[in-house]
């Protein structure tokens, strides 16, 4: 990992989970290099769990689910941002998350679309699934 000392914020990936001890030996290595007051975002992954922790007073990690189930969106401060922001908020909510469940309904809200939100590979992948359960009898409810 390469560090400047002259960053106005880091993101750092890590295949952790968002409690893993690991979280914390990363970021006193990068504290003693960038010091205290630069915004540091973790996006963790390993646990396969939606997470968000606060790891300290300007750092959080983040672990958006599993299997592809989750799209998870983060927003972080820069120092400039921190440094800007009133002083009686704490800066530790310029941190911010959102987890959407990753399917193509939700998506086409999000988007505000009427339309499909589906390619035609995505449609003819679907009717080839739908056409393989009913050849193997997976539809028919047995119980």
Same mark, same amino acid.
């Given at each position: 990992v390469l560090l400047e000392t002259a960053c106005d914020a880091i993101l750092v990936m890590a295949h952790m989970g968002t409690d893993d001890e690991a979280i914390n030996d990363i970021l006193y290595g990068i504290r003693a290099i960038v010091g205290v007051n630069i915004p540091i975002q973790f996006v963790a992954g390993h646990t396969h769990k939606r997470r968000h922790t606060q790891v300290d007073k300007l750092s959080t990690a983040v672990e958006a689910g599993r299997y592809l189930d989750t799209i998870g969106f983060i927003s972080f401060p820069t120092a400039t941002t921190v440094h800007m $922001?009133?002083?009686? +908020?704490? $800066?530790?909510? !310029?941190?911010?998350?959102?987890?959407? @469940? $990753?399917? %193509?309904?939700?998506?086409?809200?999000? !988007?505000? +679309?009427?339309?499909?939100?589906? %390619? +035609?590979?995505?449609?003819?992948?679907?009717?080839?699934?739908? %056409? %393989?359960?009913?050849?193997?009898?997976? @539809?028919?409810?047995?119980?």
């Open positions: $922001a009133d002083n009686n +908020s704490s $800066a530790i909510d !310029l941190f911010q998350h959102v987890f959407l @469940d $990753a399917n %193509t309904q939700l998506l086409g809200e999000i !988007l505000n +679309s009427d339309e499909p939100f589906i %390619t +035609s590979d995505g449609q003819e992948l679907k009717d080839f699934i739908s %056409t %393989t359960e009913t050849k193997l009898g997976l @539809d028919r409810i047995i119980g």
